[in-house]
């Protein structure tokens, strides 16, 4: 077992680390020799130390001209060649496309897991054709193709992107109910306070979330609104830090900057909000739950997943600041103990249908199946 190579490709290390720690942890228990391939970041010592091999592939993750991206196919033909797999998977939409031509042509199985649709399914110019045009030519070759929503894989269906034999649903990818566990602390203050955690990207909601909060402070100027992740990312959707500056200066919003752990913010926050145009499942929504947090998502693939409007949270219409506001006075309006028991009910739901150890045994059933 210890010589079968299991190859990860993923548009940040980060990611790696982050969202599939525990995977990486399952694979090497199992005796397989894991190689993570993605663009240099922070994450690569701390995969190290888990007991990968971290290689830096050279990758635009902002770019979104094909032509330039079919580079991209030759550089991972080379590594494939070289590391010689017993399986690849490939996560994000640059792996997935020219990481399947890669993997074909060099000769070896690969899986390519969906974890969202974004830029691609919410434009409809000559870029996101294109890109659409080859997911439909790239996913002839996978031995499957895993969605995290259903929606999503409906998608691909109805457009004839992707044979419906090779799909196959993955709910999520999971989260660490231990690490992520409810954490009472007293606070500072009796503050509401709304946060919501992603990529400063227009995609993510963060401009109706700004205009909902200036609705909210008209009739309630002491509810805090956070923001808490990275500007100036690699995405054509991206939000730069001078915008989120003038936010600051005119009290809308406290910007959190960016953190390795997100479970203090999440703690002393009232409420997570994700108001996202759309997701895969969103990884931060199913950590604040885990946390006992009530949710406020909306109504678009992926999210609506993740959130039990009335139960585990509430579920409000995409694009619009108003149906959001009014979600977030839903839980101003709340007493304590609704909160708290809306936040206990998120975390039954999470336990019962995300659980990172019923992601990872579906992946350990996959593996054992297609390497031999």
């Known amino acids: 077992m210890k010589f079968k190579k299991i190859v990860l490709v993923a548009n940040t290390a980060w990611s790696m680390y982050n969202f599939r720690r525990g995977l990486i942890q399952s694979l090497i228990g199992?005796?397989?020799?894991?190689?993570?391939?993605?663009?240099?970041?922070?994450?690569?010592?701390?995969?190290?130390?888990?007991?990968?091999?971290?290689?830096?592939?050279?990758?635009?993750?902002?770019?979104?001209?094909?032509?330039?991206?079919?580079?991209?196919?030759?550089?991972?033909?080379?590594?494939?060649?070289?590391?010689?797999?017993?399986?690849?998977?490939?996560?994000?939409?640059?792996?997935?496309?020219?990481?399947s031509l890669a993997a074909k042509a060099a000769g070896f199985p690969a899986l390519a897991i969906t974890t969202g649709l974004g830029y691609t399914f919410l434009n409809d110019n000559l870029v996101a054709k294109a890109a659409r045009c080859l997911y439909k030519f790239a996913f002839i070759f996978p031995k499957e193709v895993w969605f995290l929503n259903g929606d999503d894989m409906q998608t691909f269906l109805t457009r004839n992107l992707v044979s419906p034999h090779q799909t196959k649903l993955l709910h999520g990818e999971g989260v660490d109910t231990d690490f992520y566990a409810p954490k009472f602390e007293t606070k500072r203050d009796n503050k509401v306070r709304f946060l919501l955690i992603a990529r400063m990207l227009w995609d993510k909601g963060v401009g109706e979330y700004v205009k909902a909060a200036e609705i909210i402070k008209n009739s309630y100027p002491d509810v805090v609104f956070q923001l808490l992740g990275a500007c100036g990312v690699a995405n054509p959707s991206v939000i730069e830090r001078e915008q989120v500056a003038v936010w600051e200066e005119q009290g809308i919003v406290e910007y959190l900057g960016t953190t390795q752990d997100v479970r203090p913010y999440i703690a002393q926050s009232t409420c997570v909000v994700l108001p996202s145009y759309r997701e895969g499942i969103p990884r931060t929504l199913l950590e604040a739950a885990a946390m006992?947090?009530?949710?406020?998502?909306?109504?678009?693939?992926?999210?609506?997943?993740?959130?039990?409007?009335?139960?585990?949270?509430?579920?409000?219409?995409?694009?619009?600041?108003?149906?959001?506001?009014?979600?977030?006075?839903?839980?101003?309006?709340?007493?304590?103990?609704?909160?708290?028991?809306?936040?206990?009910?998120?975390?039954?739901?999470?336990?019962?249908?995300?659980?990172?150890?019923?992601?990872?045994?579906?992946?350990?059933?996959?593996?054992?199946?297609?390497?031999?």
């Open 30 to 99: 199992h005796g397989y020799d894991v190689v993570v391939l993605a663009p240099y970041d922070d994450a690569f010592d701390k995969l190290e130390k888990m007991g990968c091999t971290v290689i830096d592939l050279k990758m635009n993750a902002r770019g979104i001209n094909p032509i330039k991206d079919l580079f991209l196919i030759g550089r991972l033909y080379h590594f494939y060649k070289q590391l010689r797999p017993s399986l690849i998977i490939h996560y994000t939409i640059k792996p997935n496309i020219y990481g």
């Open 292 to 372: 006992a947090k009530p949710l406020i998502a909306t109504d678009v693939p992926g999210c609506r997943d993740v959130v039990v409007d009335g139960e585990t949270g509430f579920i409000c219409d995409v694009k619009d600041p108003t149906s959001l506001a009014n979600a977030l006075i839903k839980v101003i309006k709340m007493g304590a103990s609704e909160r708290l028991n809306m936040g206990k009910a998120g975390r039954d739901f999470i336990e019962e249908n995300f659980s990172e150890n019923l992601i990872i045994q579906q992946y350990m059933e996959t593996i054992s199946r297609l390497v031999h």
